[in-house]
């Protein structure tokens, strides 16, 4: 057994998506672009707490693939990213112990660094031009 990446449960994991949607769906930039594209906030968050399950506890629990499904919103942009991942810092470091939302940011910010540079790199806004 592969043990977490830092010290957190299932359940706040679980708590802290909950929480950052609950967020989601008043904010005023983001909350328009989720609701375009979810129906049932329930399952939404439950597919999202098992992603970081798996990211963070290796439950192996996810099998979807982030980067195509924010690909094929068609209207995510890459600076969308920062937004997000300021609010899901706030909710970390209101919901969680100092060290675990410190090493939790780290992932997130990691992950999004690189769905970032997909968006960016669908749209042509981002990285070197292209050749060809």
Known sequence: ????????????????????????????????????????????????????????????AYDGNPMMVHMAAGDVRAPMFDIWLGLFDSVLHRTLPDETAKAWSALAHRIGRGLRMGIADRDGTGGPPRLG
């Not at 830092?6 to 983001?30: M, N, S």
Request: proline share 8%; net charge negative.
């Open 1 to 60: 057994m592969i043990p977490p990446r830092f010290d957190i449960t299932a359940e706040q994991i679980d708590a802290t998506v909950a929480e950052f949607y609950a967020c989601v769906r008043h904010h005023p930039g983001l909350g328009p672009i989720f609701a375009r594209h979810v129906a049932d906030w329930p399952a939404h968050e439950e597919k999202i707490a098992r992603f970081w399950r798996n990211a963070i506890l290796f439950e192996r």
